[in-house]
């Protein structure tokens, strides 16, 4: 079954290690190994971890002899950054609207009759 890019990069963010991964490469690109370090697991799942957020387009993998480096794909996330800005619009008029209301209520009660 093939899901939808948006879907599959949410799918890879789920999960607290690949989020500790993408963090861990904002510092730089970094090896299985070195990736491996802050986790209590064999570097065949941490391999597993990086093919999940390679096939998202969240990283890239080099190949330079036989280190193969991860690093972030920054446009991996523009699509997502995208989504959730459209979200965050719709939340801040709401918000704002919920402020005027409240402001409204409390113009009203200013006139010092007891509610």
């Given at each position: 079954?093939?899901?939808?890019?948006?879907?599959?990069?949410?799918?890879?963010?789920?999960?607290?290690?690949?989020?500790?991964i993408l963090a861990r490469l904002c510092e730089g690109e970094a090896?299985?190994?070195?990736?491996?370090?802050p986790f209590d697991m064999?570097?065949?799942?941490?391999?597993?971890?990086?093919?999940?957020?390679?096939?998202?387009?969240?990283i890239s993998r080099g190949k330079e002899a036989q280190w193969r480096p991860a690093r972030l794909e920054p446009m991996g996330m523009k699509g997502m950054a995208e989504w959730l800005e459209y979200y965050r619009r719709y939340w801040d008029k709401s918000f704002n609207r919920l402020d005027?209301?409240?402001?409204?209520?409390?113009?009203?009660?200013?006139?010092g009759k007891p509610n």
């Open positions: 079954m093939q899901t939808d890019p948006l879907s599959a990069k949410f799918a890879a963010l789920a999960d607290p290690t690949r989020r500790a090896s299985v190994g070195e990736l491996a370090e064999s570097l065949p799942a941490v391999s597993k971890h990086l093919k999940v957020l390679e096939k998202a387009g969240l005027d209301y409240l402001r409204k209520i409390q113009k009203g009660n200013d006139d």
